[in-house]
């Protein structure tokens, strides 16, 4: 998970300054595909069937499996479907424009940044309004959903 959250935190530092769609959607759904093998292990971890009990079931050896759970090896859909029944796990799929991720990125960055301004205005401690600081965070934070 680490791995896939840093790209993303990467990409979206690189949103500012590109408007270029094509590269920018390939380099994330790189990342949400290696979030995905990563939440498929944690999944299949949590499920509790063994590894060798999913290789059977799949009719592969361990080092096949081993290789298809890091992502390593570059399975279809069908096959993912596969792998996912024998883990006895469920996979989501979720598709969406690049400009509406996009969008959301750049409101979390929003976010994050009212939040920073919010805590460095607290730490100062000055006669400033709380209240207003406060208040603002809030109303950026309750219209940052995207539709």
Known sequence: ????????????????????????????????????????????????????????????????????????????????????SASEVIIKFEVESALVERARMAQRDLIELAHAYYVVEEQESSSRGWADTATLFRAIEAKAVVA
């Open 1 to 84: 998970m680490a791995k896939a959250a840093s790209r993303m935190r990467r990409l979206r530092n690189e949103l500012a300054h590109t408007e270029d769609l094509f590269h920018w959607s390939a380099q994330c759904n790189i990342a949400h595909n290696e979030g995905l093998f990563d939440a498929l292990l944690e999944a299949l971890t949590h499920a509790g069937v063994p590894r060798e009990e999913v290789a059977e079931r799949l009719g592969i050896d361990l080092d096949t499996l081993a290789d298809a759970l890091s992502g390593q090896t570059d399975l279809t859909l069908t096959e993912l479907r596969m792998l996912s």
